[in-house]
């Protein structure tokens, strides 16, 4: 069992082999004492789970939960926290994605955030200090725009409702985990703050957002057009 205090950082992977073993060193340099990491993984037909397995000989700290299938990284982030409050019980969750653009080196803000009474902090892009590193003008457009929409419509007050690098209060993890939320895609992470906003403290930390340097993005225009629709049945 993890020491009091303990982080679980939580990352869905899928087809994510060659990102596996870079993202378990960027953990070990972040410094985090008791930290634990689960990773998620929906079949990955490239050996993620694999690699994951050979990692986890030397490092006891690393989990693997495997799902049969692709079922959306929102339903990924419901079953890891599910599992990770279950077996490891952390007092802090981590969402991380296995890309590498979200830096370790952020993780020990997004702690200390919650450690002072934060239910949620966010790795912001889009509060002074935060930024993004290798977009082009349109996909910053279309963030710009999500994030204005996801305000607009549903109320929320975070500039950076879409970011999928946060950490949770283990009570705020636990609603979350446990909710029947409308959305277990990328539009998840707004569900989540529109779950929990008004009776929870959300905190914004910022942190520069770099485009993924191996492996391929997830996110395409059907994704985008998706959390669009997503949003507005939220709304209504």
Not at 89 to 106: F, I, K, R, Y
Not at 148 to 161: E, H
Not at 173 to 183: D, Y
Request: proline residues 6%; glycine residues 10%.
């Amino acid at each position: 069992m993890p020491p009091p205090g303990s982080v679980c950082v939580v990352v869905p992977t899928y087809n994510e082999k060659e990102n596996v073993a870079p993202l378990v060193e960027s953990l070990e340099r972040a410094g985090i004492p008791g930290l634990s990491l689960l990773i998620v993984d929906d079949g990955s037909p490239d050996g993620t789970a694999e690699e994951v397995k050979r990692l986890s000989e030397s490092r006891p700290w690393i989990e693997l939960l495997q799902r049969a299938r692709k079922m959306g990284i929102g339903s990924a982030y419901q079953d890891g926290f599910k599992a990770a409050i279950r077996s490891l019980g952390p007092d802090v969750l981590v969402e991380m994605d296995a890309d590498l653009q979200h830096p370790a080196s952020a993780l020990p803000g997004l702690v200390r955030a919650i450690d002072d009474g934060a239910a949620v902090s966010i790795a912001s892009r889009y509060i002074p200090g935060g930024g993004i590193s290798g977009w082009g003008r349109l996909r910053r457009i279309v963030s710009r725009a999500a994030n204005a929409y996801a305000r607009t419509m549903l109320g929320l007050k975070t500039k950076d409702s879409t970011s999928g690098y946060r950490a949770f209060s283990k009570a705020a993890a636990e609603t979350v985990a446990n909710a029947e939320l409308p959305a277990k895609g990328f539009e998840f992470q707004v569900a989540t703050l529109h779950l929990l906003k008004g009776e929870w403290k959300i905190v914004e930390v910022p942190f520069t957002f770099t485009e993924r340097a191996a492996g391929k993005s997830k996110l395409g225009l059907a994704d985008v057009a998706k959390f669009f629709v997503a949003v507005l049945r939220m709304a209504l």
